[in-house]
């Protein structure tokens, strides 16, 4: 699904990536792991094409969208789903309204949209709660929404910055476990983050950067 061949991102002087290459298959579930500034904002950036790279290839579904002229953006991240540190929600918008969002410019019929984002929520938990607004949400049910949000489309990819980085270890479970959930159904999913005990809970494919480099790629591995 994911190819990187020569991957490198360079700001002014500095190197945010160095000469990356990495493969990930449909359907796995990958943490990104490294200290701040090690370059994993910068690769999940890259992949939903908010960054281009200085040089090198990102194919994802065999497209290289390095190239991908700025118009075809949007129809790129329709498929794909995205999860935010922050949520990003419209906070005087419903629950509901705040997942429906991202699917009614598609021309789906109401009926079809109210099924999808019933059928999102109730992934997350959250499908007793559609009317309340974000704003009333505790933190940890607003990244609940956010990933509701981001699966409503059925992408066959999901990508999460950071997303247990605002919340305590009892909601950064209870959103990891969401995850894992959505990853079961066939959904690849990537998460970067600094949570050494998650990581070493799940023991996913863990990918860890250091300098702009991958300098470790194990299977069922801890955090170090």
């Not at 990102?58 to 700025?70: D, E, F, R």
């Amino acid at each position: 699904m994911i190819q990187l061949r020569g991957v490198t991102k360079k700001y002014k002087n500095n190197y945010a990536l160095r000469n990356i290459n990495l493969d990930i298959m449909s359907g796995e579930f990958v943490f990104i792991t490294g200290s701040s500034g090690a370059g994993k904002s910068t690769l999940m950036k890259l992949l939903y094409k908010e960054e281009t790279p200085t040089s090198g290839s990102v194919m994802i579904g065999g497209i290289n969208i390095a190239n991908l002229p700025s118009e075809k953006v949007p129809n790129l991240r329709r498929c794909m789903g995205i999860v935010f540190q922050d949520y990003k929600l419209l906070m005087n918008q419903s629950v509901y309204d705040n997942c429906a969002y991202v699917i009614r410019t598609l021309g789906m019929s109401s009926k079809e949209i109210e099924a999808r984002v019933s059928g999102a929520l109730k992934v997350v938990g959250l499908y007793d709660k559609m009317k309340a607004k974000a704003s009333e949400l505790s933190g940890g049910e607003q990244q609940r929404v956010s990933i509701a949000r981001a699966i409503v489309n059925g992408p066959p990819l999901l990508i999460a910055d950071e997303p247990t980085g605002n919340l305590d270890p009892k909601n950064s479970m209870e959103i990891m476990q969401i995850l894992e959930q959505v990853n079961q159904k066939g959904i690849t999913v990537l998460v970067s983050t600094h949570d050494h005990a998650m990581v070493d809970y799940f023991r996913k494919r863990v990918l860890t950067l250091e300098n702009g480099q991958i300098v470790r790629d194990v299977q069922a591995g801890t955090y170090e």
